[in-house]
């Protein structure tokens, strides 16, 4: 499945030079010995614990030789240099995982329990190194859920792995699919704790990608749409060329809103050229407007923090069967009289021009 | 996209929630009884509520006859029983609007113009009847951009439109690109509202979607992975069958934990959902799934260990690429207590990775 590969290849060059140590960063971490950040909380020593640590780990040349995988031989730089990184942020151990699940697509079992088994031994050799700062999640050949297990398994009683990381699909399979179940079945009756990171949704951004229980082609379906559409007029500079420019999106404005801080930081990435003026929370709170179709008050509460009361506005989705938000409105604690009745009808009023 | 594709989708969302109408059909035995309209009072005073989310059709007859777009001729607007419903949920004033936006793949003009102009004054006709209750969204054939500008202009002035509808792409097309600008123009030197209704994304479920300005397959591909892969873990029952599953999603959950209102509701209110959880889904939200932290804003963790609890929220870096690191916004956030700081930022990750 090329199109993984070169999915993942995009997004790895997407960030190319965005590596904080490594390369030119490393040098001058490594010398200046930065003092180790201790993390005190209410006068006490606590230990911070980072569940998300990506680590690009070569591979010996020859387990990959001759394959479509030769090269992953290559990787980035060992994890020498996360101790001083660790030290400067305050981290106290790092959980260490290899996120981008290239090797879902080897069909060789042998292969497959040959890429994973470097991956879980040399974890385990960096965490027997630094058994007090760096622990490491399982890599496993999900593409065989019995050898999946049966690696878990391996990686936790025999190289001290502390939980498995997976990606959000198997060459493009659910992982809800029953022939799935040995996997988690191991997984849950070792108390593991599983760390899932996606790959940029290569299995959703297809045909009937959305397809399946749960009615995901609208309860996810629409608010992506939404939230890409209100991106890109943010991102394109369409708001910048029309300012007078007042959009209002359905179902809350979709994700956008609610999750907010991917985009805000995402444009300040040093891979980003960006043509619009303004940072992005400048359009969310003054172009851009919300519907009220959140249902529930901490829904609503967050909604209104991240916009302001001047950008939501009453919306029910009739004549479909959504829950209607009026009393949500009307009974919300965090909302004085005024902005209710700007939410329910004022803001509408003054936008629509009714008398 | 093909012109079936739309079309085929469009149908099946609407199939999709085919006797989920409020009113109409089976609910209407109901409202024969007329049930008291709800007036909305705060603080003692009346206030008008108004409705920016209101869908319908509106027949086209002959218009449409011989096109591919027949099915529309007999739409059914069922306003008579709208009337009923907004009455009883305390809605004054609905901003009407049709949503279907099929007509985008017209690609004759003047049977687009011909499309949206009845739309336009259907509308405005049931408006006049009902004016204190109704007021109309302008219906426009985007594809058309420069068009679309003049029929927004013609729904405003002449037919007392308040505002424009649109859907998120025109047959696949971002609505910034250049060609779109007329209409743009045209919505802002007005002034307008435009409300954008979405159609399930189909123009994002294909290859090479997230392309453009913005790095959207990393901004939103990773969250949107995660969102459809949690979502799957609950409405597949997966989190059933193992109850002892603990997952952790990257990314602050992706989208799931911060909008997870629609979510929650799915299963009630989509009578094809199909769903195979026996909880809650908010059950499995504060159990079996997990989260890392990296949500960049004191206002995005608030709401998440809201929705999650504390127990739920585990500290994440993402190194060693360049996100903003959080530790000092977990220490500063006044809404967590000394426990909670120290769950999140470590104990809840000891417990879970046996870190002595």
């Not at chain 1, 329990?113 to 999640?137: F, K, S």
């Not at chain 2, 591919?68 to 009923?84: K, S």
């Not at chain 2, 047959?171 to 007005?190: C, I, Q, R, T, V």
């Amino acid at each position: 499945m090329a199109n993984r590969r070169q999915f993942f290849k995009t997004l790895a060059g997407a960030t190319a030079g965005m590596y904080v140590m490594g390369r030119g960063g490393a040098a001058n971490l490594l010398q200046a010995q930065a003092a180790r950040r201790q993390i005190m909380v209410g006068g006490r020593r606590m230990r911070v614990v980072d569940i998300h640590q990506h680590w690009d780990m070569a591979l010996p040349a020859e387990i990959v030789r001759g394959t479509p995988f030769e090269e992953f031989a290559k990787g980035g730089a060992g994890l020498d240099e996360r101790i001083p990184l660790l030290d400067k942020e305050g981290i106290d151990v790092g959980v260490v995982g290899v996120n981008d699940f290239w090797w879902y697509e080897a069909t060789d079992r042998g292969l497959a329990r040959a890429i994973c088994t470097v991956h879980n031994e040399t974890l385990g050799m960096w965490h027997r190194m630094h058994p007090d700062r760096l622990v490491g999640m399982a890599s496993v050949p999900l593409q065989f859920p019995d050898l999946a297990a049966e690696m878990l398994q391996d990686a936790v009683e025999r190289h001290g792995a502390r939980g498995v990381t997976i990606g959000g699909h198997v060459n493009g399979e659910n992982l809800t699919l029953p022939k799935f179940d040995p996997f988690w079945a191991k997984v849950a009756e070792m108390g593991e704790l599983v760390f899932m990171h996606p790959n940029g949704s290569a299995n959703i951004i297809k045909d009937d990608g959305l397809a399946g229980p749960g009615g995901l082609g609208n309860v996810v379906g629409n608010p992506l749409e939404t939230t890409v559409f209100l991106s890109r007029l943010i991102l394109d500079g369409t708001l910048d060329k029309f300012p007078a420019l007042k959009v209002c999106g359905a179902h809350g404005g979709g994700f956008l809103p609610s999750y907010f801080g991917r985009t805000e930081i995402g444009t300040q990435r040093g891979n980003q050229k960006p043509i619009f003026k303004k940072p992005p929370r400048e359009y969310l709170r003054s172009q851009i407007l919300a519907d009220t179709m959140v249902f529930s008050e901490e829904g609503l509460r967050h909604l209104v923090a991240e916009m302001g009361v001047s950008q939501v506005v009453f919306g029910t989705d009739i004549p479909f069967g959504w829950p209607v938000n009026v009393d949500l409105i009307a009974n919300a604690s965090v909302l004085s009289d005024a902005e209710k009745e700007a939410i329910l009808g004022g803001n509408l009023i003054k936008l629509l021009r009714l008398a | 996209m093909n012109v079936r594709g739309r079309r085929d989708f469009f149908k099946s969302v609407a199939g999709a929630t085919a006797g989920m109408y409020v009113m109409a059909r089976g609910g209407s035995a109901d409202a024969q009884a007329p049930a008291a309209r709800r007036q909305v009072m705060i603080g003692g005073r009346r206030i008008r509520v108004v409705d920016v989310h209101a869908h319908c059709d509106m027949p086209l007859g002959d218009i449409v006859k011989g096109t591919p777009f027949e099915n529309q001729a007999n739409a059914d607007p069922e306003l008579e029983e709208r009337l009923l419903a907004i009455d009883e949920q305390g809605v004054d004033v609905q901003a009407l609007s049709i949503n279907g936006f099929w007509w985008y793949e017209a690609t004759d003009r003047g049977l687009a113009r011909a499309i949206c102009n009845t739309q336009n004054e259907g509308l405005a006709a049931w408006v006049r009847q009902h004016s204190d209750r109704f007021v109309a969204m302008a219906s426009v054939p985007l594809q058309f951009p420069d068009l679309a500008a003049e029929v927004l202009e013609d729904a405003v002035t002449r037919l007392g439109a308040r505002g424009v509808t649109l859907g998120g792409h025109v047959n696949g097309e971002d609505l910034s690109l250049p060609k779109f600008d007329p209409f743009w123009a045209k919505a802002a030197e007005m002034g307008e509202l435009v409300f954008m209704h979405p159609q399930g994304s189909d123009n994002l479920i294909k290859e090479g979607a997230f392309r453009g300005r913005g790095a959207l397959g990393n901004i939103m591909g990773n969250p949107l992975e995660t969102t459809y892969f949690l979502s799957r873990l609950i409405f597949d029952g997966v989190f059933d069958r193992h109850p002892q599953l603990r997952v952790c999603g990257a990314h602050a959950g992706g989208y799931l934990p911060s909008y997870f209102g629609r979510t929650e509701v799915a299963c009630d209110v989509r009578a094809n959902a199909d769903c195979a959880n026996t909880k809650r889904p908010r059950e499995y939200l504060r159990s079996q799934i997990l989260v890392d932290t990296m949500l960049f804003s004191e206002e995005g963790l608030r709401h998440l260990v809201a929705e999650m609890g504390v127990s739920q929220v585990v500290y994440g870096t993402d190194n060693p690429f360049n996100w903003p690191v959080t530790v000092d916004l977990v220490l500063n956030a006044p809404f967590l207590n000394d426990a909670e700081k120290e769950a999140i930022l470590g104990g809840n990750l000891m417990r879970l990775l046996r870190i002595t």
